[in-house]
């Protein structure tokens, strides 16, 4: 599939709208028992503009590995991108799938929301190393080069060594945090915006997000490996719901497993 970032696909729209098992299975036929805890009751087709928005399932590969996600989970609510790049889209609080239709219709307050995932196949040979690789871009540019703070909601932050970088370089370096496997190997990687000189921007109000201060809102690019799969997830979001790094993780494994097809 295509090696294109992606704040190709994502990224840059969601700035504009803002600023289980790993089991195979046979593609799910209709609205089964497993669509529930995804579709949230919406499942009724929507037609905009001559375009009806579905549930249907809609094939996609990535690497090996087939999938049948229901066609409002890819993020233009319809399928893969013309290159075969698979990114779906899902929403904060219950990281579900958004009702079929409202892609052309999604508000600033739905952007917020938003959480856009894609998968790319790595290779499981490559798995332990892609996220070292993934790491760094600016002058701090490997973990050894920055300092471990005490871990918090199971991250570990590595802040900018500030006895080796000049300050107006720590406004631009994203703050790392780092998550390894019992063995030591890197698992998860999410790099955001510096809360030192860029607040959130967003309030968690109960089940809403809203608008805070600042001029924009702050965003991580999440990045975490299906090691049994060999296939990569990057995922970006406001920078607000890093807290929940590990429910949104295990959401996407169920979407994985649940909509994966017999090889």
């Known amino acids: 599939m295509s090696s294109a970032p992606l704040y190709r696909y994502a990224r840059v729209a969601m ?4 600023a289980a098992t790993a089991c195979t299975r046979a593609p799910f036929k209709g609205k089964d028992e497993d669509i529930g ?23 996609a590969s990535v690497g090996p590995y ?7 989970l890819y993020y233009n609510q319809i399928a893969p991108f013309a290159d075969g790049a698979v990114v779906l889209t899902v929403m904060w609080p219950d990281f579900d799938a ?7 219709f999604r508000t600033p307050e739905d952007g917020y929301r938003q ?3 894609e998968f790319r196949y790595v290779g499981q040979a490559r798995t332990a190393e892609y996220l070292a690789q993934h790491i760094g871009s600016g002058s701090a540019q490997s973990l050894a080069e920055r300092v ?27 703050d790392w945090y780092v998550a ?4 030591g190997q890197l698992r998860t990687f999410i790099s955001c915006d510096p809360s030192e000189y860029l607040p959130d921007g967003l309030l968690m109000e109960r089940r809403v997000l809203v608008r805070s201060n ?9 990045s975490w490996v299906d090691v049994e799969r060999g296939i990569a997830v990057e995922m970006h979001y406001a920078r607000v719901m890093r807290v929940d790094w590990q429910r949104l993780e295990k959401a996407v494994r169920g979407v994985m497993g649940r909509y994966q097809m017999e090889r």
């Open 15 to 18: 700035v504009a709208v803002l």
């Open 37 to 59: 805890p995804i579709l949230k009751g919406h499942t009724r087709p929507r037609t905009v503009e001559g375009r009806t928005y579905t549930v249907e399932p809609v094939e």
């Open 66 to 72: 087939r999938f049948a996600f229901p066609a409002n």
């Open 98 to 104: 958004p009702p079929p239709g409202d892609y052309p």
């Open 115 to 117: 959480v856009s995932v």
């Open 148 to 174: 471990a703070l005490a871990p918090r909601q199971g991250l570990t932050q590595y802040a900018v060594d500030r006895s080796r970088v000049a300050a107006e370089m720590r406004q631009v370096e994203p």
């Open 180 to 183: 390894r496997a019992g063995d």
């Open 214 to 222: 600042g001029d924009r809102v702050a965003m991580c690019r999440h």
